[in-house]
């Protein structure tokens, strides 16, 4: 099982360049989301998302875009990016519940903006 | 808003135990995880314990949950050099699937 795929592993961007960070599950889950990692502040939440077409902002939201088209793809954007956006990016995939549901990560992107 | 803490660093001997401690803030938590993350991977979930239990043991893994002062603990019985990694607590709301990280404890087993 593939699970949750990120690509690309890395990249490097200038400021000011856009480019789209892919996500995608194939394990029918509902719930998808994108965190940033920087040291010392854990995985903080930029967007997230309950179900194909439904998209909601987390703690970091400001200069990147997501949408969900579909149930397997969750893409992030960033328009314009800065150099304070550097940082390891991760998508996870979970079944919605009220119960236990375990959370699946991707491999994470590594991003630099010079 | 909820808030995770974690202490950054936990040096240990090989064959001792580890205790990682996490305070959280949010009451209405429901669940409770540990994740570990080795070197340049993603997060893999080690352990959870449902917020009306006071303790869970998995293997080598013991979890115990204070409620009353939100504080939770992860208990590695004879730390190996392959349990070298950083270590994060999670907590889940009532409401939905989000989860709240801690900053992550790196542990390191020395030989």
């Known amino acids: 099982n593939a699970g949750v795929t990120q690509t690309p592993k890395f990249q490097v961007l200038k400021t000011g360049q856009s480019m789209t960070l892919q996500c995608a599950q194939d394990m029918n889950h509902e719930y998808m989301s994108w965190y940033r990692q920087d040291p010392g502040m854990g995985l903080r939440l930029i967007h997230y998302s309950v179900g194909a077409g439904i998209t909601d902002q987390g703690e970091v939201p400001n200069g990147y875009n997501v949408s969900r088209s579909t149930t397997e793809d969750f893409p992030l954007r960033l328009l314009s990016a800065a150099p304070s956006q550097t940082s390891v990016y991760f998508c996870?995939?979970?079944?919605?519940?009220?119960?236990?549901?375990?959370?699946?990560f991707g491999q994470g992107t590594r991003l630099t903006v010079v | 808003g909820e808030d995770v803490e974690q202490s950054l660093f936990l040096s240990v001997r090989e064959g001792d135990s580890s205790v990682i401690n996490c305070t959280y803030t949010d009451s209405s938590s429901t669940y409770l995880y540990w994740y570990k993350q080795e070197p340049g991977a993603g997060l893999q979930l080690l352990t959870y314990i449902f917020s009306n239990m006071d303790m869970k043991q998995d293997q080598r893994l013991t979890v115990l949950l204070n409620k009353k002062d939100k504080h939770l603990s992860l208990r590695i019985a004879d730390t190996q050099t392959g349990d070298s990694a950083i270590y994060f607590c999670a907590e889940r709301a009532a409401a939905g699937n989000k989860l709240t990280f801690g900053g992550g404890t790196r542990v390191l087993v020395k030989p």
């Open positions: 996870a995939s979970s079944y919605s519940s009220t119960g236990h549901t375990e959370a699946f």
